[in-house]
Nanobody, 115 residues
Framework: VQLQASGGGLVQAGGSLRLSCAAS????????AGWFRQAPGKDREFLAR????????YYVDSVKGRFTISRDNAKNTIYLQMNNLKPEDTAIYYC?????????WGQGTLVTVSS
């Protein structure tokens, strides 16, 4: 499977960005999708996941209420709407697919939040 993430960029604190991740080569609609990020000098951090049904979602506390994960199974695409961005959200953001575990990863898209 190939995952192509896009939508990163430079934004001021309090601003918004929408990340997209297009998938190909796999039964996308049967996979759980997730977003992760890795800040400079830190480990990769799980942020959110969404089940195949588009209904079941889960968020870590640090992004709950600010980020929204969604998917369009007809377009084989995952989204991450990020609102009220903070400087500490600066990182490379990765999308992933999997069933019992995430085993397919995108190349990452850089998000920089200025104060």
């Amino acid at each position: 499977v190939q995952l192509q993430a896009s939508g990163g960029g430079l934004v001021q604190a309090g601003g918004s960005l929408r990340l997209s991740c297009a998938a190909s080569g796999r039964t996308f609609s049967r996979s759980t999708a997730g977003w992760f990020r890795q800040a400079p000098g830190k480990d990769r951090e799980f942020l959110a996941r969404i089940g195949w049904s588009e209904i079941s979602t889960y968020y870590v506390d640090s992004v709950k209420g600010r980020f929204t994960i969604s998917r369009d199974n007809a377009k084989n695409t995952i989204y991450l709407q990020m609102n009220n961005l903070k400087p500490e959200d600066t990182a490379i953001y990765y999308c992933a697919l999997g069933s019992s575990k995430f085993d397919s990863w995108g190349q990452g898209t850089l998000v920089t939040v200025s104060s």
